[in-house]
Structures are given as C-alpha cells and as structure tokens.
Antibody, heavy 122, light 110 residues
Framework: EVQLLESGGGLVQPGGSLRLSCAAS????????MGWVRQAPGKGVDWVSSIKSSGDTYYADSAKGRFTISRDNSKNTLYLQMDSLGPEDTAVYYC????????????????WGQGTVVTVSS | QSALTQPASVSGSPGQSITISCTGTSSDVGGYNYVSWYQQHPGRAPKLMIYDVINRPSGVSNRFSGSKSGNTASLTISGLQAEDEADYYC??????????FGGGTKLTVL
C-alpha cells in the first residue's frame, strides 16, 4: 500500500524556521517526482513546491527564496525546509505523489499524506 | 500565479447532474491538457478525481467526468449522491512551470 507520512509541523514564531519530512512507502520513491501542497485554515489548497526524480526543483512565488525542497532517495524521504516564516504560512502541509513516474512533475497528485500542521504565531 | 476561478458554491438534488467550472488563461488551462480535479471531504486530504482533463483514475466512479473548452475546464457529476457533498478543486500546469489550483467549490447535495 502506498503511504506518505508527514512530520515536523508545529508552532513557530514569525521569522523562524521549520523542516518538514515525508516518509514514503509502498512504491519506488526514487522514480517519482514529489510535491508539497498546503491549505490554510478554512481556505483552498495551494501548491508550494515540487521536485523531480532527477532533483530539479520548482517553487510557487510564495515559497521562492524562503523554502527549499529536497529528497533523500536512500531514505525514501521528502523534505521541505521553511525559513523566514510568517503568519501567512500557517497551514496544513501535505506531501503528495503524482499518478505516474514519467512526465508527471506538475500534472497533479493522486496520493496525499494526512498532512502536518504548521502554525506561525508569536 | 493567479488562482484559477471556480464558483464558490453549487448545489443539486440527488439524481441530478451538476457542473463545476474552472476558468484560467491560455498560459494554464487553455494551453495544456493537464487539468486535474480533486474532491475533499472535511478533515480529509484531497482525492484525485480527474486528470489530464478527461481521465479518471482507477476506482473513481464513472459518474465523474471532465472536459475543457478554451480556457475553461469543467467537472460534471451525474446521478448526484449524498456522498458527493464535498469541496472540489481544479488544478493546472502553467507555462511558468508551476502548478496552480482553483479557489474551490463547495458542492451541496440538497
């Protein structure tokens, strides 16, 4: 069974940093692009960042320069390093896997984790 | 990276059909056949319902169908059921090599 398990969320002060992790299982992690999507309380979903199996990275404007996506294929784990956090970054952060392993970096996601909550507040 | 435009809410009675629109530009919806649709129940993660405009993933009911005309994509749900009540989001690849979602549509089954 394909599973994604996020961790690392929590309460952080404005200007602070947080690193999210996503442990993947049930599929060949190294073959798939992966992504992060967030959802602020009571709001819609927003794409944050994606990373190809090759390591090429893509970011939403809101994340560019502040967030860094990375992966460790030896550990089947996806990461999101978030710096200079502000209240607008408060959200549930989902790790997500695309449907197919080829040419699917930014075409959507079929498997989502349960999400990890990030709260930015003083 | 402006969000795609969806109606805030739609409603229908059991057995009826409803359609949710998703309007973008020639740089996203209109330029690529990479539109996806997601269903989200309260407290749950989104679920992929349609990909590449018209395709259903394995296990998704054939009551769900997708289409596109110009810069507007649509999700149609036929034979509406109580369990279809949820939030629905569209998403599209963009010419900036990003992914953009719509603001979401709340479907109410009357």
């Amino acid at each position: 069974e394909v599973q994604l398990l996020e961790s690392g969320g929590g309460l952080v002060q404005p200007g602070g940093s947080l690193r999210l992790s996503c442990a993947a299982s049930g599929f060949t992690f190294s073959s798939y692009a992966m992504g992060w999507v967030r959802q602020a309380p009571g709001k819609g979903v927003d794409w944050v960042s994606s990373i190809k199996s090759s390591g090429d990275t893509y970011y939403a404007d809101s994340a560019k320069g502040r967030f860094t996506i990375s992966r460790d294929n030896s550990k089947n784990t996806l990461y999101l390093q978030m710096d200079s956090l502000g209240p607008e970054d408060t959200a549930v952060y989902y790790c997500a896997k695309p449907l197919k392993d080829s040419g699917w970096t930014l075409r959507g996601f079929d498997i989502w984790g349960q999400g990890t909550v990030v709260t930015v507040s003083s | 990276q402006s969000a795609l435009t969806q109606p805030a809410s739609v409603s229908g009675s059991p057995g009826q059909s409803i359609t949710i629109s998703c309007t973008g530009t020639s740089s996203d919806v209109g330029g690529y056949n990479y539109v996806s649709w997601y269903q989200q129940h309260p407290g749950r993660a989104p679920k992929l319902m349609i990909y590449d405009v018209i395709n259903r993933p394995s296990g998704v009911s054939n009551r769900f169908s997708g289409s596109k005309s110009g810069n507007t994509a649509s999700l149609t749900i036929s034979g509406l059921q109580a369990e279809d009540e949820a939030d629905y989001y569209c998403g599209s690849y963009t010419s900036s090599s990003t992914l953009v979602f719509g603001g979401g549509t709340k479907l109410t089954v009357l």
